[in-house]
């Protein structure tokens, strides 16, 4: 470690360059109902690594603005940082500009955070863009992460020996038994429980919409919206360690 880093380190002004990637998907399947990102698993861990003066990239397979689940935005789902983002003039306007995805060069970044909501698993979890993202920062030891929906882009990621991304890894997502609470089984295209298995992931959960996060080396995932800012920390602590 250089006399500048252990600095940086003790001033707390450590220099960490993470990607936010978020989907631009708003269709729930057939439903004629709309879609998106989760706001708490976007603005949870936001804030997580705004307030460690983390420099934050948020992208899209668009740009631009993505879209919110509306339900995320109903006044049940708000959380200390949703309120905080309602005041936050910077982040929405940061929000309403995200860069596309293609544009990535994943050597400027640290690491890479998917937030949720059912929108990834119809394009994030497809997108070759994304893919590429996921397995270019993997191999190159930088922390990849992902909450609720979300580790549904790990769907088709592969490990540097090529198999499956999650394969004998450490993870969770959002369960079976909460997408039966929420009635969306027979609508999303799979479920990221089933998923994670099949892929030969070492699944797990705790009680639903309870925070529960899983660390496997830089893989790190969380269970749902309640897990966001678990993910962040776990993902701050990869980088400062």
Request: charged content about 20%.
């Amino acid at each position: 470690m250089t006399v500048l880093q252990l600095a940086k380190i003790i001033t707390g002004a450590i220099d960490m360059k993470i990607l936010m990637i978020l989907t631009s998907h708003d269709r729930l399947g057939d439903t004629g109902q709309k879609t998106g990102f989760w706001l708490e698993e976007f603005t949870a861990p936001y804030y997580v690594f705004k307030d460690a003066r983390a420099e934050i990239t948020l992208a899209s397979p668009k740009g631009g603005q993505p879209p919110l689940d509306p339900k995320s935005n109903d006044p049940s789902q708000q959380t200390d940082s949703t309120h905080r983002f309602d005041g936050d003039l910077e982040a929405q306007s940061v929000l309403a500009n995200t860069v596309t995805l293609s544009s990535i060069k994943t050597a400027d970044y640290d690491a890479v955070f998917y937030p949720g909501g059912h929108g990834p698993l119809w394009d994030l979890a497809e997108d070759l863009d994304s893919i590429a993202v996921i397995e270019a920062m993997y191999a190159a030891g930088k922390p990849v992460s992902a909450v609720c929906h979300a580790p549904a882009v790990f769907r088709h990621a592969k490990a540097p020996d090529g198999r499956a991304l999650v394969r004998g890894k450490a993870v969770t997502g959002f369960s079976n038994t909460e997408e039966a609470a929420v009635e969306l089984t027979d609508i999303v295209p799979f479920l990221v429980e089933d998923e994670l298995k099949a892929k030969g992931g070492n699944y797990s959960k705790g009680d639903d919409w309870q925070s529960y996060a899983r660390t496997d080396g830089i893989l790190i995932t969380g269970q749902n919206p309640a897990s966001s800012a678990a993910v962040a920390q776990a993902v701050l602590a990869q980088l400062q360690s």
